[in-house]
């Protein structure tokens, strides 16, 4: 099917239309006011590479995506690789973070917890609003994911900073992460119905004083796999 590039910051809204696969091509960033919807049965495919060259989404804090996809027509983020006929592995792109206004809520000043974006530390979440709505996934499947950056600093399938209970978690499932599935810092936001599996790492990991609710989370464990669930933080 058709194809279209996604590079470098989208600053305005933007609809991922489902009749092209949309591919990404290292760093994209929604911010500035933009919200980004994607459309139900819609495919989003990061190219390969690693270092400067890894190709992942940051949705920054203030800002919004919105895919709402549907259980007969989820919205798919995988590789190009795999779009391509290749092999699904993990490590085949980066991965989807979420960065919010809902890091530190409720702790004192001075005993924060939740620092910068550990793979990009120009990405830094705020601690005003509990309730933060970073927006909607909803029947979303995150495949082949997961570039190890540097030491200690690795992109999971699905990762938010800080994220509020106001935004929508729901039947996401992310399959074959070279590092966790999902990996939550901080933060308020619900989970619901979500599946991991496959992840080289841990399955589903918390840190820094995460306060939320994951209701209906299936686990599927592997030898290649480290923990089930993570739990970390002071």
Request: hydrophobic share 35%; net charge negative.
């Amino acid at each position: 099917s058709e194809s279209e590039t996604l590079a470098g910051d989208i600053t305005a809204d933007m609809t991922l239309t489902a009749d092209k696969v949309w591919v990404l091509d290292g760093l994209v960033v929604v911010k500035d006011g933009a919200t980004l919807t994607i459309e139900p049965c819609t495919t989003v495919a990061g190219l390969s590479g690693t270092g400067d060259s890894t190709s992942y989404m940051i949705i920054d804090k203030g800002w919004k995506i919105m895919a709402d996809g549907t259980k007969n027509k989820p919205i798919i983020f995988t590789s190009k690789a795999a779009v391509d006929g290749d092999d699904e592995a993990p490590g085949q792109w980066g991965g989807l973070t979420l960065i919010g206004n809902a890091a530190d809520v409720g702790v004192s000043a001075g005993e924060e917890q939740v620092g910068p974006y550990e793979v990009n530390e120009d990405f830094v979440p705020g601690t005003t609003d509990a309730a933060d709505n970073s927006g909607v996934l909803r029947n979303v499947h995150i495949l082949n994911s997961g570039i190890t950056m540097a030491q200690d600093k690795e992109i999971n399938g699905l990762s938010m900073v800080g994220v509020g209970s106001g935004t929508v978690i729901e039947n996401v499932t992310v399959l074959r992460s070279d590092d966790d599935c999902i990996e939550i810092w901080g933060g308020t936001v619900d989970l619901k119905i979500c599946q991991v599996a496959y992840c080289t790492d841990d399955q589903f990991d918390i840190d820094d004083g995460y306060s939320g609710t994951g209701a209906n989370l299936t686990i599927e464990q592997h030898t290649d796999g480290n923990a089930g669930i993570e739990m970390s933080g002071t």
